[in-house]
């Protein structure tokens, strides 16, 4: 059972417009989510992060928005440069059964980003 | 800067064989993490550490085992390698409560 769900394989977008990459979730137990960027032959690099306590937080060209009672999580790239082009993944945690304390996550399927001249 | 190294960026081995893969990080990092990466399934957790030789399983152990006897190495074996354990591996470390730092992969093929 996928507990972390992207439903979007691909995302195509023109450069300098918003990139929205979605995330659904199916555990209420999730209390803390991350987003991640993977390029072609290297490992995901953490993005960003957003604790349940909260509805939004921006670094830069990035914000997270976070909907609880929809279960529901996206990321806004604005604007977007052809060097965000990548695979995104979202990623859940749940504190209470102390998955917080070993970093342990659930990763969506991921989204392949791609932003054109 | 965080380092995660995994010792080999591919490798081809033959079904039957017994697969070490390696990784090692320099930041002191409590947790160790081994995912497979597949199309369309995304990162799944086949075994984590909290700290030395402490080991749990993840979401798909089958197959697979772990070694963590010094703090900044987590190895991942394959008892018997078979076909449908080619995957692209990867690893990663984290403090408590803190985002997790990737390895830049280990492709695998299993013929």
């Known amino acids: 059972d996928q507990q972390v769900k992207q439903n979007s394989p691909s995302l195509s977008v023109q450069e300098g417009r918003i990139s929205i990459l979605n995330c659904d979730y199916t555990?209420?137990?999730?209390?803390?989510f991350l987003w991640y960027k993977k390029y072609p032959a290297e490992g995901p690099t953490f993005l960003i992060s957003?604790?349940?306590?909260?509805d939004k937080n921006e670094d830069g060209r990035f914000t997270v928005f976070l909907n609880k009672s929809a279960k529901h999580l996206s990321l806004h790239i604005v604007p977007s440069q052809p060097g965000d082009s990548a695979v995104y993944f979202c990623?859940?945690?749940?504190?209470?059964?102390?998955?917080?304390?070993?970093?342990?996550?659930?990763f969506g399927q991921g989204t392949t980003l791609q932003v054109k001249p | 800067d965080v380092k995660v190294t995994q010792s080999s960026r591919y490798l081809v081995k033959r079904t039957g064989e017994k697969v070490f893969l390696e990784c090692v990080q320099d930041?002191?990092?409590?947790?160790m993490f081994w995912y497979r990466q597949d199309p369309g399934l995304g990162l799944r957790l086949i075994y984590f550490?909290?700290?030395?030789?402490?080991?749990e399983k993840g979401d798909i152990p089958e197959g697979y085992s772990v070694s963590r006897e010094k703090k900044e190495r987590f190895s991942l074996i394959l008892e018997s390698a078979s076909t449908n354990q080619t995957s692209m591996y990867l690893c990663a470390s984290s403090l408590a409560g803190q985002p997790q730092h990737f390895g830049d992969g280990t492709r695998l093929s299993i013929l």
């Open positions: 930041m002191d990092h409590e947790n």
């Open positions: 957003i604790s349940s306590i909260k």
């Open positions: 990623a859940a945690s749940a504190s209470t059964t102390g998955s917080s304390n070993t970093g342990k996550l659930i």
């Open positions: 550490s909290y700290d030395v030789k402490m080991k």
């Open positions: 555990n209420s137990m999730f209390d803390y």
